[in-house]
């Protein structure tokens, strides 16, 4: 099959990491897989597909394709207007819940509307869709091989807190608070942030042993393989939680918020420390009993990479192409441009 993908740019941002990612597994089982975006070359990952850098999407040629997809809100009308029923709408979080994007939610709301089958990386995406329109199917995430490594438990106080906290939906004030409560009651750990973007305005980033931005999937890899627990604290609003389950593939042990895409990556919650939503209090106290546990952490850890295996790319790929063959074999009504 020839399958493209529409990329609003090409920065730095989970959202385009989770389209490369589809587009390499794809690429792998032999289909055609063209990104087409407005932005710059990528340089902050590998990428295997074909690229195709324009000026505006509405302007893209798609007549050879049998699917474009579109990757956020904002690409989706365009991706309607220039695939007709040849249009795909891949979720990765509803965006009409997201704080930053609250001026929008009528235009959001709008564009989900739009009669266009939608794919999800989480199940719980796949009710939210279809209050819009009742064709969604789930088909997860893609953690890259390259987070599948060995890790030896070091003992270690290494403790990762990852995302901008910019996002409110990313709960990274919650994990200062943890991290806060933990040390006042004796727990002593180096913080270490990563995030996309620079610290933000009034961001307690001394707090932090380090901070580190803008790393590349390979540093990033690198960087989660080097400390001994992860900190989750997303609010409902995420729509996976991306570094959470890289984490767990690199055989480190978190402590997770109580939020649908978390929970959803098994049906018996036994592969982290799960806390209730914004509570830095239970986030701290669930900290602090990691720290202390050795063996806790390392069942944590095994168990954790076992539920993350259905992430690999070669998994993930095989409900991709299972979604776009049923779809190929199924009658259209039209063919857009």
């Known amino acids: 099959m020839k399958?493209?993908?529409?990329?609003e740019d090409t920065e730095l941002a989970g959202g385009t990491r989770v389209a490369v990612a589809h587009a390499d597994v794809l690429t792998d089982r032999g289909h055609d897989v063209t990104l087409?975006?407005?932005?710059?070359?990528?340089?902050?990952?590998?990428?295997?597909?074909?690229?195709?850098?324009?000026?505006?999407?509405?302007?893209?040629?798609?007549?050879?394709?049998?699917?474009?997809?579109?990757?956020?809100?904002?690409?989706?009308?365009?991706?309607?207007a220039i695939a007709g029923e040849r249009a795909i709408h891949l979720c990765q979080g509803y965006e009409g819940s997201f704080t930053a994007y609250r001026a929008d939610k009528e235009a959001?709301?709008?564009?989900?509307?739009?009669?266009?089958?939608?794919?999800t990386v989480s199940p719980h995406l796949v009710d939210i869709c279809r209050r819009f329109h009742d064709d969604a199917t789930y088909v997860g995430q893609i953690v890259d091989d390259d987070f599948f490594r060995p890790h030896e438990e070091r003992g270690g106080t290494r403790v990762l807190l990852v995302g901008p906290a910019q996002a409110d939906f990313k709960g990274i004030d919650v994990g200062y608070d943890a991290?806060?409560?933990?040390?006042?009651?004796?727990?002593?750990?180096?913080?270490?942030?990563?995030?996309?973007?620079?610290?933000a305005d009034g961001e307690p980033v001394d707090l932090a042993s380090e901070f580190h931005f803008a790393l590349s999937s390979t540093e990033m890899a690198r960087l989660i393989a080097s400390c001994d627990m992860l900190l989750g604290p997303s609010r409902a609003e995420e729509g996976f939680g991306l570094p959470a389950a890289e984490a767990l593939a690199s055989g480190v042990p978190a402590v997770l918020s109580e939020i649908p895409s978390f929970l959803s990556w098994a049906g018996t919650h036994d592969y982290a420390l799960f806390t209730p939503e914004g509570d830095g209090e239970a986030m701290a106290e669930a900290l602090r009993r990691l720290l202390g546990d050795r063996e806790l952490r390392a069942r944590l850890a095994r168990r954790g990479r076992e539920?993350?295996?259905?992430?690999?790319?070669?998994?993930t790929g095989e409900r991709l192409e299972r979604f776009f063959m049923t779809r190929a074999a199924a009658p259209r009504r039209t063919s857009g441009r």
Do not use: M, N
């Open 3 to 7: 399958i493209a993908y529409l990329l």
């Open 36 to 80: 087409i975006t407005k932005g710059r070359p990528l340089t902050w990952r590998r990428s295997h597909a074909k690229w195709s850098f324009v000026e505006s999407l509405q302007e893209a040629d798609v007549s050879d394709f049998d699917f474009v997809v579109g990757t956020f809100w904002k690409t989706i009308p365009a991706t309607y």
């Open 108 to 119: 959001i709301e709008a564009v989900y509307r739009l009669p266009i089958p939608k794919i």
């Open 179 to 199: 991290v806060r409560r933990a040390r006042a009651r004796g727990a002593a750990f180096d913080l270490i942030r990563v995030s996309q973007w620079i610290p």
């Open 307 to 315: 539920v993350v295996e259905q992430f690999r790319g070669e998994k």
